[in-house]
């Protein structure tokens, strides 16, 4: 199974703050790399599909990059409907796996 | 409109058998191109995929859940079930559905993604 790991686990930020979250994957997944929001009580979103296509209806200050192992989301500008969860996805082969997640905090 | 939303029993004993259906609005499960998959996340840990099925019935399942897992879809009726067998603690978990896209891009290489998720169902394996 391809390892999907994310850093920081959590963090703490502010509205209007840059915040960069990282990917590593066990083996290369060439661009094969989803992000996805998740928040209590609502449907998880994607953000991002492979490595740096931003979903449609998905505000700009999201961008993704990286390829083959090492990935990264960063959110430019920090608003208050962003705090949430956030996870990395490989597409690459099966089964599929999840990071570990990163909360983004307050 | 798309939606898709996760129904079944919020309590589980253990060895008993969960059932869980999706019903699925705005799009066909008999779409070229489709499918749904299961996701569940325990209580304040990761998500865990648990397999998907197609539009052409091809399905998927996570190695280590293989033996306990079928996922069936009913086209006709808009619904996707999950069955897990022989239900733990362990299992105790927020059960997701989501649609799977295939995604062309320009350089015609394409790609698959949870494009749209129902909000969840929490389930609780307890005696």
């Known amino acids: 199974d391809i390892q999907m790991t994310q850093s920081p686990s959590s963090l703490s930020a502010s509205v209007g703050d840059r915040v960069t979250i990282t990917c590593r994957a066990s083996q290369s997944i060439s661009t094969y790399l989803n992000w996805y929001q998740v928040q209590p009580g609502k449907a998880p979103k994607v953000l991002i599909y492979a490595a740096s296509i931003l979903q449609s209806g998905v505000p700009s200050r999201f961008t993704g990059s990286g390829s083959g192992t090492d990935f990264t989301l960063t959110i430019s500008s920090l608003q208050p409907e962003d705090f949430a969860t956030y996870f990395c996805q490989q597409s690459d082969r099966t089964p599929l796996t999840f990071g570990g997640g990163t909360k983004v905090e307050i | 409109q798309i939606t898709l939303k996760e129904s079944g029993p919020p309590l589980v004993k253990p060895t008993q058998t969960l059932t869980l259906t999706c019903t699925v609005s705005?799009?066909?499960?008999?779409?070229?191109?489709?499918?749904v998959g299961w996701i569940r996340q325990p209580p304040g840990k990761a998500l865990e995929w648990l397999g998907a099925?197609?539009?052409?019935?091809?399905?998927q399942y996570t190695p280590s859940l293989k033996n306990r897992l079928t996922i069936t879809k009913d086209t006709s009726k808009n619904h996707v079930v999950l069955t897990m067998t022989n239900m733990d603690p362990v299992d105790t978990a927020t059960y997701y559905c989501?649609?799977?896209?295939?995604?062309?891009?320009?350089?015609?290489?394409?790609?698959?993604?949870?494009?749209?998720w129902g909000r969840g169902t929490l389930v609780t394996v307890t005696s």
């Open positions: 705005g799009f066909s499960l008999g779409t070229i191109g489709v499918g």
């Open positions: 989501a649609r799977r896209l295939r995604v062309w891009t320009v350089s015609r290489n394409s790609y698959w993604n949870f494009d749209f």
């Open positions: 099925i197609y539009w052409d019935d091809d399905k």
